[in-house]
Structures are given as C-alpha cells and as structure tokens.
C-alpha cells in the first residue's frame, strides 16, 4: 500500500521510520518532510496547511492512507477535506481536534464530564483577566486558548509576572490570534508525565509512558520550548497510577467527546501531573507528541499500520498493543539562542556514525538537504535517540550518540532524564 505523511519535524520522521517497517507498505510519501524522512519516503513540497493540494496529490497517487502528524492542519479541518474527497486518513476531525486546538474547550469539558484538572478560569478580556489576578494565589499559569507551538504556556510566580504574561498574550499577540482567548489555572505541583493513547471513537488502548523536558535549560531554566529531550517509560507511572487513569481520565475523555457529538479517532496526548490529591489533567493534543514520539515508537513492537486503520475501522478493541520491555532516550540538538533567535544553514557532520547501529537513532526536525550536505534549517534540528535494558542505559547511550554529531551552533540540555536517578 501507499502512504502519506503530513508534516516536516522529528514526529513525522519517527512516524515514517515506523511505517516503513510495515510489510504492508511498499511506497510512503511525506509533504513537506525533511532531509531525515527522505531515508524512507519521497518528500513532495506541499505545506501541510494546503488541505486541497494534498486531497488532490493523494487521489493522482492512489494513496491508501494519509497520516497527520501536525496540529495545526488537524485542527484547520484536513481530515474533514480528506474524508469528503473519499480517502482514507488518520486523524481527527476538525471538530474532534478542538480538544487540543482551545485549550478553553477542553478545560470546560474536564469540568462538565469530572476529569480531574487544575481549578481555572476563562477569559477574552484582559481587563477581567487582570482584575482576576488581584485576588489570585502565586503562582499562576497562563495558557494561550489557541495552538502556540508548545510555548503558550506562562509560569508566574508573582503577581507583576502575571500582567505582564496577560498583556503579552492577550494584548501584545505574542502568540497571534491564539491569544484572544487565555485560560488562567492554579499552579500545580507533581511529576509530569505524558502518555499518548490511540483512540477508534469508542475504544482508547495507551501507549507506554513518556515525560518531556520543556525548557530551553538545564535544571528546568530559561524559556519553553517545543522540547529539548524525553524518556520513556516514566518510572513515576506505577500500575496504581494507570487505573486510576484508565478509570477516571482516560475513558472519560473518550466518551466525553462522544456524548458531545465530537467522536475522537486519532491520537490523544494526554500531559498529566502526578499531584499530591492524584494524576490531573495539564493538556490534551490531539496528535503525537514531539519528541514523545521518538521514545516511544521505538519501543512499539505493533505494526503501527495495523493500529492506524483499526482506529479508522472502529475495531481498535480487537488489536493487541505491544510494546518492547525496554527505555529510551532522546536528547534534542538545537541550534543555539532557540526558542528566540538563531542562525541555521550549518552543515551537520557525523550522521553516518548511526547507520548500521542497532538501537541508536537521529530523528531529523530541522533539516536541509544541499549541495554541500545536510544542514541545520530549524531551532529544533535533530533527536538523537536510544534505547537500553534500563532508563540508566538508555540515558548513557543517548549522551554517547549525541557526541557523534557535531555543527556549529550546537546546544543540548545536560540533564534529559536525570530525574530517573531518583526515582
């Protein structure tokens, strides 16, 4: 069969890894892809926002499935185009898709249907929202309503920090459009801890657990960002945790979504915290998390073809999900001064090291191909990823893989997974 990738980042490089290793696959494509995608796909220059080119390359190809891996053209209704043009694609509808693309939405369906979250209030004027914050407890999160590339998220531990973070959202539009809307919920504290679930409408079945490191620091300092590195499984995810998830969060969403008409078929993330008052609920996305993904696709044994078409199909409830009994390890190289100002077009040496290396993997995010080789195109530019007996060896392995690549600008977080070491 012939598959389409939709998307250009370390998420969809995973993904198309993966698929290639379905036997039911013999041609994948990827709009746009990357220079690490193209070891496995042909890379077709489509934006992942042009909904009708896709619908139309993928009808003249004879594709049998297309796979989102953004949120931006979920939520934009791709999968709505697809469907009405009768081609079968992975993902949810628009209306489905909300969960991650109003972080608002969301918050009012935990509330209605008793999934456990973080207190909160919504607002769409930053006068109200200013005056909310007189009376609030430090310190606060402010969240962007709408998708902001990871960072939309504000941290504040004082009072002066909060109305500048309001007036950076919702009055400057740091974050475009996304910040007409802004969600503000009390700060919690715990382990955070990310488990991506695949979900046929009614049937949800999880994956291993994955956590994700946010800031641009070591020691958890400076700015968000898309992620600077992640492991999996999360030693603090013990069997407790998981049925109480299943049990209180986890179906609950699902059916959530199905009481509100919205049926969800695709991928939920779910972002929790492990509170002292038990797991709660940070954020929904509704696609692979990135670079969740390049620790947990690793360790899927599945044929993730097999589990894409049984959540098209509704028969998700008949597919066993299996995955190794091992940990992984991925440390994003970025290029120095991300997520702010950077340069890109270095060329990036050392990528032959990994061919041929068994458990050692460089999933590309931002990449270029050129005449005078690979080069950096992107604040985010490789996951260097590798799996272990334990998360200790995985860790050790990663680190040692990460010395193999070298380009000028190069920048890494020290302590991806250190965490690990107290558990």
């Known amino acids: 069969m012939k ?9 969809e490089h995973a993904i198309a890894w993966k698929v290639a290793q379905s036997k039911k696959v013999d041609k994948i494509y990827c709009a746009p892809g990357n220079a690490g995608v193209a070891q496995y796909a042909e890379c077709v220059d489509i934006g992942a926002m042009e909904f009708e080119k896709l619908a139309s390359f993928a009808k003249e190809k004879q594709i049998d499935l297309t796979v989102i891996g953004m949120d931006d053209p979920l939520v934009g209704g791709v999968v709505d185009v697809f469907e009405k043009e009768g081609l079968r694609v992975f993902g949810p509808r628009a209306n489905a898709a909300i969960l991650e693309g109003s972080k608002a939405f969301s918050k009012d369906l935990m509330k209605k249907y008793h999934i456990p979250t973080a207190a909160y209030e919504n607002f769409d004027d930053p006068e109200k929202a200013l005056a909310y914050l007189e009376t609030a407890k430090m310190p606060i999160v402010l969240k962007a309503d709408g998708l902001a590339l990871g960072k939309g998220v504000l941290i504040c531990n004082t009072l002066e920090e909060a109305k500048a973070g309001v007036k950076s959202i919702m009055q400057d539009k740091k974050f475009g459009a996304s910040g007409d809307r802004m969600v503000i919920e009390e700060f919690m504290t715990g382990r955070e801890v990310s488990v991506l679930s695949f979900v046929d409408g009614k049937t949800i079945k999880t994956m291993t ?67 002292a008052d038990g797991p709660k609920v940070l954020e929904y996305n509704a696609r692979f998390g990135d670079p969740e993904t390049q620790v947990v696709l690793p360790r899927m044994k599945t044929d993730i073809v097999d589990v894409f078409e049984a959540c098209i199909d509704g028969t998700l409830a008949q597919t066993d999900l299996e995955f190794e009994d091992n940990a992984a390890v991925c440390v994003v190289l970025a ?15 050392g990528l032959e090291k990994f061919e041929g290396k068994d458990g050692y993997y460089v999933f590309h995010a931002g990449s270029k191909k050129t005449p005078e080789g690979i080069v950096t195109n992107g604040g985010r530019v490789l996951g ?3 799996t272990g007996k334990d998360l200790k060896e995985a860790r050790a392995n990663a680190y040692e893989a990460v010395n193999w690549i070298d380009f000028d600008n190069k920048y890494y977080r020290h302590d991806i997974g250190r965490a690990i070491e107290e558990a």
């Open 3 to 11: 598959v389409l990738i939709v998307g250009s980042g370390g998420r």
């Open 209 to 275: 657990s994955a956590q994700d490191h946010k800031r641009a620091g070591d020691g958890d300092t400076g700015l968000n960002t898309g992620g600077m590195g992640t492991f999996s499984p999360s030693p603090f995810y013990t069997k407790e945790i998981d049925a109480y998830c299943r049990e209180h969060i986890y179906q609950p969403t699902v059916d959530a979504m199905a009481a509100e008409g919205r049926e969800f078929k695709g991928i939920i993330f779910f972002g929790l915290m492990l509170t």
């Open 335 to 349: 290029s120095e001064g991300y997520p702010v100002k950077y340069e890109k077009g270095f060329v990036i040496r």
């Open 384 to 386: 260097v990823t590798a």
